[in-house]
């Protein structure tokens, strides 16, 4: 897991760096992004929830620590949960 966090943080600074060659600034201001990141995540995790609703299943605790295992909403899931 720690191997993801830092491919992500090192592929944040290598487009910092393309930014600052090409003389462009970000996009977005930093909270306004982190702020679209957390809508994304949000907006994912809506579609489980809002599925077990419709479906009028109940929503408890052992169902998302099944579908969010280590209590982490962004946890990936493990290689045997993968299909091929």
Known sequence: MLKTYILSLLA??????FYAVIDVG???PPVIALLGLLGMQIGEH???VGKR???????????FRHEYPSGGIDTPASPRDKTS
Request: charged share 15%; proline share 9%; aromatic share 4%.
């Open 53 to 63: 609703l419709l479906n009028r299943e109940k929503l408890h605790h052992s169902w």
């Open 46 to 48: 809506l579609i489980p």
């Open 26 to 28: 970000s996009p977005a």
């Open 12 to 17: 944040g600074i290598l487009i910092g760096v």
